[in-house]
T-cell receptor, first 115, second 116 residues
Framework: AQKITQTQPGMFVQEKEAVTLDCTYDTSDPSYGLFWYKQPSSGEMIFLIYQGSYDQQNATEGRYSLNFQKARKSANLVISASQLGDSAMYFCAMREMDSSYKLIFGSGTRLLVRP | ETGVTQTPRHLVMGMTNKKSLKCEQHLGHNAMYWYKQSAKKPLELMFVYNFKEQTENNSVPSRFSPECPNSSHLFLHLHTLQPEDSALYLC???????????????FGEGSRLTVL
């Protein structure tokens, strides 16, 4: 069963507007972490933001915020004031509390920012 | 100098060749990973190493052979590959902290492999 689901293969947003990228997850582990990564055309995966399952507040990092709805098992990424440089692939990932500390990734959303 | 460096960035090889991908991390991390990224598929975890010991092999075919001589270096040895193995191979590292739910992965820029 897929553990991380990103239902939007592609998204457009106008420059300076906000955009929400969807992510839902599935786990029976009460302790887990959720991550968002950005992958520009260069290929490198860039860490953006982290949300722990026990965190009371939604995570924020500059223009990035994570809309964490635990009961719905969703962890949507909100990018405010979009910039042209935000055009990239965005991946949601989850880590369960096991010994390997591995991340499981979703299929990604390609975001294109229009000038 | 970037935290995680992968070489080569691009590699073209025939099915009978033997080649290696190299990854080096300068972050003092104790865990390293190989991921495979194929077109239109999620990143697939291949191998995990913690303190030089392999802790996960995600059912990877034996034509991929990892090697981790120390916590800073990770190799992926390739032999008799198939065209469907063409993909972007991403190396990552992290600081594993027992009992803590943190420690994001830091990725290299990847090695793009084409198997002819």
């Amino acid at each position: 069963a897929q553990k991380i689901t990103q239902t939007q293969p592609g998204m457009f947003v106008q420059e300076k507007e906000a955009v929400t990228l969807d992510c839902t997850y599935d786990t029976s582990d009460p302790s887990y972490g959720l991550f968002w990564y950005k992958q520009p055309s260069s290929g490198e995966m860039i860490f953006l933001i982290y949300q722990g399952s026990y965190d009371q507040q939604n995570a924020t990092e500059g223009r990035y915020s994570l809309n964490f709805q635990k009961a719905r098992k969703s962890a949507n990424l909100v990018i405010s004031a979009s910039q042209l440089g935000d055009s990239a692939m965005y991946f949601c990932a989850m880590r369960e509390m096991d010994s390997s500390y591995k991340l499981i990734f979703g299929s990604g959303t390609r975001l294109l920012v229009r000038p | 100098e970037t935290g995680v460096t992968q070489t080569p960035r691009h590699l073209v090889m025939g099915m009978t060749n033997k080649k290696s991908l190299k990854c080096e991390q300068h972050l003092g991390h104790n865990a390293m990973y190989w991921y495979k990224q194929s077109a239109k598929k999620p990143l697939e975890l291949m191998f995990v190493y913690n303190f030089k010991e392999q802790t996960e092999n995600n059912s990877v075919p034996s034509r991929f052979s990892p090697e981790c001589p120390n916590s800073s270096h990770l190799f992926l040895h390739l032999h008799t590959l198939q065209p469907e193995d063409s993909a972007l191979y991403l190396c990552a590292s992290s600081q594993k902290i027992a009992g803590a739910n943190t420690g994001e992965l830091f990725f290299g820029e990847g090695s793009r492999l084409t198997v002819l």
